[in-house]
C-alpha cells in the first residue's frame, strides 16, 4: 500500500501484522528489553520491515537502533522513516532522497480535542469545507507526522504542530509550508514540503520524498 504513493527511488516494506519469529540484534534487544509487548512487537515488525526494504537497495541486514528523538539511525548513505499503527507497519528508505517521511494512522476520527491540539485555524476551516468520506483530522495529523519526520534529518530541531500549515488536493497530495526558518538544503533555505496521501485497508497513509537532484517523477 505505501508505495503507491511513494516514487520508484525510495524503496519500501509494510506487514499488516506481526510474524512469529522476527529476530533483533543485541543492540536493538537491550533497547527494549523492558518494554511491554504491544511496543516489543511494533518495533520488532517495523525493524523486519526497515530490514526487507534496506534488501531492495542491496543492502545487509542491520541493527537500526532509534537515535537523537527516535529517529532510527540508517546504514550510511540512507534515509529513510519507519511508521507503526494498530494493524501497520511499515519502513521506507532511498539512496537518492535528502530525506523521506511516512506516517500512518487508523482511519478514523481524532479523539475529542486532538485536532484543536495539532492544527492551525486555517487548517481547521479548509479541511470542513472538503468533501465527505475522508476523516480529513486524522489525515491532518498524519500528514503532519510525516513532515516533522521529513525535517528533523534536515533540521536537527522540533518542529511544532503549528510551526508549518498544510494545504490537501482531493486527488491525493497535500503540500506544507514552513512557517519558521528552515534549514538550508542544497544552498537553498528549505521552504516546505509537497507529499502525497491514501485511505485504503481502513488506513491512512502519507508520505514525503524529496529528492536529492530534481527529478522527472518527483510530485509537485
Same mark, same amino acid.
Given at each position: 500500500?505505501?508505495?503507491?504513493?511513494?516514487?520508484?527511488?525510495?524503496?519500501?516494506?509494510?506487514?499488516?501484522?506481526?510474524?512469529?519469529?522476527?529476530?533483533?540484534?543485541?543492540?536493538?534487544?537491550?533497547?527494549?528489553?523492558?518494554?511491554?509487548?504491544?511496543?516489543?512487537?511494533?518495533?520488532?515488525?517495523?525493524?523486519?520491515?526497515?530490514?526487507?526494504?534496506?534488501?531492495?537497495?542491496?543492502?545487509?541486514?542491520?541493527?537500526?537502533?532509534?537515535?537523537?528523538?527516535?529517529?532510527?539511525?540508517? =546504514?550510511? %548513505? @540512507?534515509?529513510? $522513516?519507519?511508521?507503526?499503527? /494498530?494493524?501497520?507497519? &511499515?519502513? *521506507?528508505?532511498?539512496?537518492?532522497?535528502?530525506?523521506?517521511?511516512?506516517?500512518?494512522?487508523?482511519?478514523?476520527?481524532? =479523539?475529542? %480535542? @486532538?485536532?484543536? $491540539?495539532?492544527?492551525?485555524? /486555517?487548517?481547521?476551516? &479548509?479541511? *470542513?469545507?472538503?468533501?465527505?468520506?475522508?476523516?480529513?483530522?486524522?489525515?491532518?495529523?498524519?500528514?503532519?507526522?510525516?513532515?516533522?519526520?521529513?525535517?528533523?534529518?534536515?533540521?536537527?530541531?522540533?518542529?511544532?504542530?503549528?510551526? *508549518?500549515?498544510?494545504?490537501?488536493?482531493?486527488?491525493?497530495?497535500?503540500?506544507?509550508?514552513?512557517?519558521?526558518?528552515?534549514?538550508?538544503?542544497?544552498?537553498?533555505?528549505?521552504?516546505?514540503?509537497?507529499?502525497?496521501?491514501?485511505? *485504503?485497508?481502513?488506513?491512512?497513509?502519507?508520505?514525503?520524498?524529496?529528492?536529492?537532484?530534481?527529478?522527472?517523477?518527483?510530485?509537485?
Amino acid at each position: 500500500m505505501i508505495e503507491k504513493i511513494l516514487p520508484p527511488w525510495v524503496a519500501s516494506a509494510e506487514s499488516f501484522d506481526d510474524p512469529p519469529g522476527v529476530t533483533l540484534f543485541p543492540e536493538e534487544e537491550a533497547v527494549i528489553a523492558r518494554a511491554v509487548d504491544k511496543r516489543r512487537r511494533e518495533f520488532a515488525t517495523a525493524r523486519h520491515c526497515a530490514r526487507q526494504a534496506l534488501a531492495h537497495l542491496g543492502l545487509p541486514p542491520t541493527p537500526i537502533l532509534p537515535g537523537e528523538r527516535g529517529a532510527p539511525g540508517w =546504514p550510511g %548513505g @540512507v534515509v529513510g $522513516a519507519i511508521t507503526h499503527c /494498530a494493524g501497520y507497519r &511499515a519502513a *521506507a528508505v532511498s539512496r537518492d532522497a535528502l530525506t523521506v517521511g511516512i506516517d500512518a494512522e487508523p482511519h478514523e476520527p481524532l =479523539p475529542d %480535542g @486532538v485536532l484543536d $491540539a495539532v492544527s492551525l485555524e /486555517a487548517e481547521r476551516a &479548509a479541511i *470542513a469545507r472538503l468533501d465527505g468520506g475522508v476523516h480529513w483530522d486524522r489525515l491532518l495529523f498524519s500528514a503532519k507526522e510525516s513532515v516533522y519526520k521529513a525535517w528533523f534529518p534536515l533540521a536537527r530541531r522540533w518542529l511544532g504542530f503549528e510551526e *508549518a500549515h498544510l494545504v490537501f488536493d482531493p486527488s491525493g497530495t497535500f503540500t506544507a509550508r514552513l512557517l519558521v526558518p528552515g534549514p538550508s538544503v542544497a544552498g537553498r533555505e528549505l521552504t516546505g514540503f509537497t507529499g502525497r496521501w491514501l485511505v *485504503a485497508d481502513g488506513l491512512v497513509v502519507t508520505s514525503i520524498a524529496v529528492p536529492e537532484r530534481p527529478r522527472p517523477d518527483h510530485a509537485a
